[in-house]
């Protein structure tokens, strides 16, 4: 299939290491964050969600931060697995209450070696 | 659940020529969005539908693409005529409340 992430910048990780993929936003008024999954060919999965009012959120194996201060958002995944290579992509919801609008970032592309 | 359903999968063209997407979404889900990646980069929203209505198409380039979504299920996005930067992957999404749910995406080649 074709890649969605031929020119993004690449984390590198051993298959068991835990993997921490950034995102810087642009929005300060922005009040809702999601991390995005997206193999080649596919499109993005939903994996975390996070609130504004919120610095952090776990799930099963991944956890999200959020830094509103520097607008700065993370995604730990622990344990990374071959099944875990993907490109990576943050979006933020610019509008509250209104009709879900998101602006996704650049991506990152996550490779898991054996 | 069946997911999001876009058609073709693939598609080729010249520059100058036509081409016109489908999705249908999730079932009972009211927001439908379109989508624009280009390779190396995240997606660019270029229309969202609430029901029948045009939510947000300010990213549209509306000289040349057009959408619609007449019954309120599924739509159509359409580009004429289509040009070399138009080459991207289309996505689409639905959503009832909060998450969006993407299709497979529309890979269009102009040369």
């Known amino acids: 299939g074709e890649s969605v992430g031929l020119h993004l910048p690449t984390l590198s990780v051993q298959e068991g290491d835990n993997s921490i993929i950034n995102c810087a936003y642009s929005?300060?008024?922005?009040?809702?964050f999601i991390w995005y999954k997206q193999e080649s060919g596919k499109g993005p999965q939903f994996i975390i969600d996070?609130?504004?009012?919120?610095d952090k959120r776990q799930g099963q194996r991944v956890t999200v931060l959020l830094n509103k201060t520097v607008k700065h958002l993370s995604l730990q995944i622990a344990a990374t697995q071959p099944g875990d290579s993907a490109v990576y992509f943050c979006?933020?919801?610019?509008?509250?209450?209104?009709?879900?609008?998101?602006?996704f970032g650049a991506g990152t592309r996550l490779a898991v070696h054996p | 659940e069946a997911g999001v359903a876009q058609s073709p999968r693939y598609k080729i063209i010249e520059k100058r020529q036509s081409v016109a997407f489908w999705c249908n979404p999730i079932?009972?889900?009211?927001?439908l969005y379109w989508y624009q990646q280009i390779l190396g980069q995240g997606p660019k929203l270029l229309i969202q539908f609430q029901n029948n209505g045009v939510v947000d198409d300010s990213q549209l380039p509306k000289d040349r693409f057009s959408a619609e979504r007449l019954k309120g299920v599924d739509s159509t996005l359409k580009i004429q005529p289509a040009k070399l930067e138009d080459s991207a992957v289309y996505l689409c999404?639905?959503?009832?409340?909060?998450?969006?749910?993407f299709g497979p995406g529309t890979r269009l080649t102009v040369t």
């Open positions: 996070i609130r504004s009012n919120m």
């Open positions: 999404a639905s959503s009832w409340i909060g998450e969006q749910y």
């Open positions: 929005n300060s008024a922005s009040d809702y």
């Open positions: 079932s009972g889900h009211a927001t």
């Open positions: 979006a933020e919801n610019p509008s509250s209450g209104g009709y879900n609008k998101l602006i």
